[in-house]
């Protein structure tokens, strides 16, 4: 681990971590944001992944949505990598308090961590919009449980339709709720993966009046001159433990 950052957390009594989709990157998840995501998504389906994941094309072409949905964000295969870990372990030790994610594939969970507030809700949650059955990951990609795309409830018939905040829908208000009690009650809040710039979730540092702020990016944010330590650099090596 960077030793200017181990030495802010061995200060620090109650952390707070914020990541965003570097994070995930590491464990071979990529950015559907990216240049290469939108080329593909502008390819193959003439869209940006922005219109193809938000409500209203939900709603008007759900067939196409959950082809893209589960061509692109569902990645069965991936592993928590060095930064959960670390992450895990901090939080199991006592130092970190929370882990605030942008993400929505469950690797913290996966790799020990137990508070964790997923602002854009999780791949592995289900519900049918109907009857509000609870559906786990392997229900919706079974092409049997599904019609054509669509994944649909054993129950009633209803559409079955991921825990995940499209765009145009509103982020959930308990979880955010608890992020920002989190970080207002945190001494230092590190930051990693994220380039600051998707609201309403980059606001959320607007809420921390703590001690230390650490930003971990590769790339430059707009917050990089408020922050105590900056490290431009891979998240995972940063963090690493072992």
Do not use: W
Not at 6 to 31: C, H, L, M, Q
Not at 65 to 70: G, S
Not at 197 to 218: D, E, Q, S, T
Request: glycine share 8%; net charge negative.
């Amino acid at each position: 681990m960077d030793e200017r950052l181990k030495e802010i957390i061995n200060n620090s009594e109650n952390i707070v971590f914020f990541g965003g989709a570097g994070v995930s990157t590491e464990s071979n998840i990529p950015d559907f944001r990216s240049e290469s995501g939108l080329y593909n998504a502008k390819q193959r389906y003439g869209r940006s992944p922005e219109e193809i994941l938000s409500h209203s094309f939900f709603t008007r072409h759900t067939d196409v949505f959950f082809d893209y949905y589960k061509n692109n964000l569902i990645y069965t295969d991936a592993r928590p990598n060095k930064a959960h870990r670390a992450l895990a372990k901090l939080e199991a030790e006592g130092k970190l308090k929370a882990v605030v994610t942008q993400n929505i594939d469950g690797l913290h969970q996966k790799a020990g961590s137990r508070t964790v507030f997923e602002l854009h809700g999780s791949v592995l949650r289900n519900y049918c919009m109907d009857c509000g059955e609870f559906y786990d990951l392997d229900y919706v990609m079974d092409d049997e449980n599904c019609e054509g795309n669509i994944p649909k409830c054993r129950k009633c018939g209803g559409i079955v339709k991921p825990d995940v905040v499209l765009y145009e829908e509103a982020l959930d208000e308990d979880c955010m709720m608890g992020a920002i009690r989190a970080i207002q009650q945190a001494d230092t809040m590190i930051i990693g993966g994220t380039s600051l710039v998707v609201y309403p979730a980059a606001g959320l540092i607007r809420y921390f009046g703590g001690k230390k702020l650490v930003l971990i990016n590769k790339q430059a944010t707009p917050y990089d001159g408020q922050a105590d330590l900056v490290i431009n650099d891979s998240i995972g090596k940063v963090m690493d433990l072992d």
